[in-house]
């Protein structure tokens, strides 16, 4: 017999859809999950834009008001997908009113807001999943399992790269992700978080890091309205932008390995180019998110001018069953997503956490942390223990 999960979705910009269609999608890919989520109520403060996501997707209700949904008994799991800076007091509140929690990263500005949400989860014995998508690729899996298998040796080196262009262009409104309050850290919340959880869940934690950080763009037009996404305002009065365009740093592996994140928001020329590349000492694996189910993978023991095959993940790695019946078959970003769902409705299912946690969350946290203070001191920094 199949139960309902009531849930509820807070923020409703693009990141709010996602959710929704992940949601939506679980009886597709995930027929046998005992629980199948119902959709009670969504929660943005945008004038009518709850009410037109109610009609498109089918909630029962909507409002602009999110407290409204941690007092509802309907609802007994929440998404999280507002702006950074609400993370941490809807996500305490939520936790706090005994609702399981899917919250995206960077789950706050701080370390110390992200701790505070997994202590609040923590403490009502809900369960708490974390929108760290990029590790849900089934290739991404295959890689880890390569690794930890010693397929390529020990681990000497890593480059992890998260380019994009989404605010290349000069008449990029000024919005909350501008902000130092709002935003945070700029593009070590929204690219490295990724980057710096991604490090960790194929190599193990980051004990010591040096950065660099860099505003390429100082000024940017603010918007007459209401945004969603990535938005241009031409004409408006122009004020300052508060944080992070780019950020390149030096990472030292517990392991004893090595590493390079870099990530910047305004790569003319770059869309989405996420991705890394591992080395060890008897071979080599390599990912990128535009050719998102496929390696690049080196391994062998002829060490010089050993050869590099592509290979097409399929069926047996990760959830790619789920999703296609034969290697070659595409997955694309959505479907990252719809596994996040399905991880979150298990933990909630089974009462054990599948998939990235609150835990994972703070460890990204302390690392964005490390880097700003890395930055600033011009200096090599330990990273906190999560």
Known sequence: MVDELGVAVVGFGWMGRVHTQAYARLPHHYPHLPLRPRLITVAEEVPGRAEEAAGQFGFASATRDWREVAADPRVRAVSVTAPNFLHREIGVAMA???????IEKPVGLTAGDARAVADAVAAAGVQGTVGFNYRNAPAVEAARDL?????????????????????AHPDSALTWRYERARGGSGVLGDLASHGADLARFLLGDIVALTADTAVFLPERARPAGATAGHTLATGGERGPVENED??????????????VLEACRVSVGEQNNYGFEVHGTRGAVSWDFRRMNELAVSRGTTYQDQPVSTVYVGPGAGEFAAFQPGAANAMGYDDLKVIEAYRFVRSVAEGTAYGATLTDA??????????????????WVDVEAG
Do not use: P, Q
């Open 147 to 167: 690794i930890a298998s010693g397929g390529i040796g020990t681990v000497t080196h890593v480059r992890i790269r998260l380019f994009s262009d989404y605010a």
């Open 96 to 102: 706090e009113a005994g609702k399981h929690l899917w």
């Open 246 to 259: 780019y950020v390149n740093c030096l990472l030292r592996f517990a392991s004893g390995a090595r590493g």
């Open 362 to 379: 703070v460890c990204s946290a302390a690392v964005l942390d490390a880097m700003a203070l890395a930055a600033e001191r011009r200096a």
